[in-house]
């Protein structure tokens, strides 16, 4: 950057003097508070403010934060509950801010420097004073934001005992999250759960932490280490407006720790059941009153949890155990035969016993322990860096660098062994308390990543000897029609008996994962990533993403936002993922614009919030997302907020949506960006397989438009705030109605988009679709669109009770409800949450150094429908706990920490695996 622009830029983002200043986010900006108890001590040094920070009952309270206020000056306290500040008093006194989850926030004027505060914070539980930054895009308190909001604390985090940090913000009310493997998390609000969170949000100081190629956010594999988490804030419902695609149920927004503000050197380790270990290293430094830098790193691992669950998938056309075989849920790769006329081979001496025509023989694929082959370790590792600058005390630089990568299980259409996948990402951002200009870039990769399902069907197809052309497949289902046809025919079986020896035999053919040959073939498609031959993933794109934002005072209750973004995909896959066959990497962008304009009325009671937002994509229309919002306190400290929205939102299809092309031989994935696709069903209206001359063709027909944007209307209410002085409650109800779901779907069409004839139809079948010299249809997967509404509504109650610093209670209740009523018989909504769902917890500090906390939560049973299978959910229940005991000398906490501490049986997502109990032991080291 040249000098010349950097001057530019200062100046553009400098506040005006004449106006005043309001406080940069995310700093603290609190409205005033109880007058601080002060001790005043001899002439300090001139521009020097310290002292001490304690309990009322004097126990120093460390990490509590200080700020001047209006500016990105500030620090926090360390273990003695001690801080440091240079501040000049050239321009007049000073307003110092003293702000510690629980206590009161304490504003402070300061006439001169002084340099032995002793500030007293007095006990809260109703958080009157603590702030948010993401419902708005700006600083305000979080009692009066215009829509359901939660915060979880850096203490509260700390006392997260779950392997991921996003599987303990289930504790929450309206949360729902689904445990694909140890790591690989998903979240989401108000229903529509699935295993990829495509429709939350998830961010890093406003940097999306999804894999552009992808679109998904791999939990918090590759995000930020806890050490380094500020708080973590969630927006419930549609955020569109201010956030633009794919904010379609909410946002999570992870505030990393300004390295101005904590300084020092943090260590985390922990060890436990599963083979867990744990590290984390965070160190700040400011090097002057403008420059500091801080560095982060993670190192985890464990032994995952397996999925085992061999139940008959809904898409299995015969039941478990069926003497024909079926489809099991977490067997993969299982390879179907419809015996029909069309295999006889006479030639060959081949012929298909006729009682076996219609009938469709399933070859048992292999179990997930099978295929991952010992590799049971979930991996996480990460590092980071940042520097930052600040040019005045209202105008900060900051620049970062991002790495990470891990192992775990993901779940999708399939399974996926995911080893080594992560992303590097880069920021650069010019900050004040006016607006921001902000860069990023992220680039994602695969390691040695591999589909379950693709690896055992592929091995099922492989030669049954090296050189051979009779591959496992033929000689399973060739074996089971010749055992079938001797049982009737020589032995005089009845057809079930028949049955039952065919399978025998035709399972004593197959390839055993105990065989030497299995390694062999594994490791084959494995480190093979060509479509329809390996099971390697290959994938390497990039997003690169600019943003602005300015904050303007129109007058005393007046404020105005105005912000824009672009986004850029470079999306690569050397022609194995997508459609970028020719060497260059396929472009796609979309770009918006929004603003949000703020009015207080009624002596401030009364807040009134208009926001939109246009985008436009290159592969779709234009969308337009407004959100309007009232909020309405009543009270002497404003303790009642009653609040009121309505909002809509979308999310565009995901880059495999628009661009995919995969060919995997036996079927092919495409993406749907052009002109849409017309061809035949696998089953027609009745459930019945196409068979020629008995069931007619026409009745099969299916037409596929090109995509378009999912899209949400939400009406919300609510009411948050202090109905007594120590009792703080959080209640929402809200009503969606979805249009243009996006879903996936297979089907018989020509490459093109144009229906086959139906002599091409039956030339293909034969070949399964596989011989493009009988016939140009192929057996084709694309995403489309549900026209069928749905309808949601669904609603909230959390409480907490402060009794005192020893025992906080905390409880939620949470209710989704599916409105069937207009649904067609056997719509698939993929609604996928529980109707009811409640937590009861406790948390406190005792003995002064001796912190705890516990969570129970209950989850209703409920119908799933995710891409790998559909099924019930059975209804489970997990108890958490936490101990942190403080040696304040040493600067240590020792840690126990527990996660589903009786091993309920604990399945959260059809087709993932029993999440069981992991306890650990730690000790947490924190120096400034």
Known sequence: MSKIYAALLVTALAPATALATPTPGPLPHYPKAKAAKIRRMPEPVEGHIGGAITTNAGDP??????????????????????????????????????????????????????????????????????????ASRVEENIMRAPVTIDKVSAKQVERISTPEVLSGLGNLAGIDVSSASMLFTSISTRGFNTAKSERVIQLVDYMDTALPSLNLSPG??????????????IVHGPASALYGSNALSGVVLFNSKDPFVYEGLSLRLRGGQRNLLDGQLRYAKKLSEKLAFKINGSVFQANDWIANNYEANNTSLNPANSPLGYDAVNRYGEISNLYTPYQNQPAA???????????????????????????????????????????????????????????????????????GLGTNQYRAELKSSKGFIRLYSTQDFTGSSYELTQLSARMLTLPTAEGGSLNYAQQYFGTYNQAYTQARTTFGKTPAEALAIAKTAADATQLKSTDPRYTVLRDQVVNDKRPGYGAQQNFSSYLNDASAQHNFVLGHNTGLIVGGAYRQYRLGSDGFLFADTNGERILNHEF????????????????????????????????????????????????????????????????????????????????????????????????????????????????????????????EVGYKGAILPNVYVDASYFNSRYNDFIGGTAFIGNLDGSRPTEQQVNAGLPSGFTDSKASPARAIFVSYNFAQEVRTQGATFALTYYLNRALNLTGNYSLNVLDRSNLPTGFRTFFNTPKHKFNLGANGTVLKHLTYSANYRWIEGHYQEMPLAAGQVHTYRTADAYLGYTLPKIATTLQLGGSNLFDDANIQIIGGPQIGRLVYLGLLFNVK
């Not at 918090?220 to 804030?233: A, R, T, W, Y």
């Open 61 to 134: 309270l460390p990490g509590a934060t200080v700020f001047i206020k209006g500016t990105y000056i500030g620090t926090s306290t360390n273990q003695d509950g001690h801080f440091d500040l240079t501040r000049s008093f050239a321009n007049g006194p000073v307003e110092l801010v003293v702000a510690y989850v629980g206590y009161e926030t304490q504003t402070i004027l300061l006439q001169k420097p002084e340099d032995q505060l002793n500030v007293a914070m007095v006990p809260s539980a109703t958080m009157l004073s603590e702030t948010v930054v993401s």
């Open 220 to 233: 918090n594999l590759v995000g930020i280490p806890e050490l380094d988490m500020e708080s973590i804030e």
């Open 349 to 419: 001496g081949y012929i298909v016993n006729q009682e076996l025509y219609g009938k469709t023989v399933y070859m048992p694929g292999f179990t997930e322990q099978e295929l991952i082959a010992g590799d049971q370790k979930t991996k996480s590792y990460r590092v980071q860096g940042a520097v930052s600058y600040l040019f005045n005390s209202d105008l900060k630089l900051t620049v970062e660098a991002k790495r990470g990568e891990g192992t775990a299980t993901y779940q999708n259409l399939s399974r996926f062994r995911v080893k």
């Open 592 to 715: 918006g614009g929004y603003a949000q304009l703020t009015q207080t009325l009624l002596d401030d009671r009364l807040k009134l919030a208009f926001a939109g937002r246009v985008d436009a994509f290159k592969n779709f229309d234009p969308s337009f997302s407004p959100r309007v919002a009232a909020v309405y306190s009543v009270g002497e400290r404003k303790q009642h907020n009653f609040r009121a929205s309505y909002g809509q939102a979308f999310r565009s299809p995901s880059q495999t949506d628009q661009y995919l092309q995969s060919d995997q031989r036996s079927f092919i994935l495409l993406g749907n960006v052009g002109n849409g696709f017309q061809g035949y069903g696998l089953t027609n209206a009745q459930g019945q397989s196409y068979n020629p001359g008995v069931t007619p063709l026409a009745g099969f027909q299916v037409s596929f438009d090109k995509l378009r944007l999912e899209r949400v209307n939400t009406v």
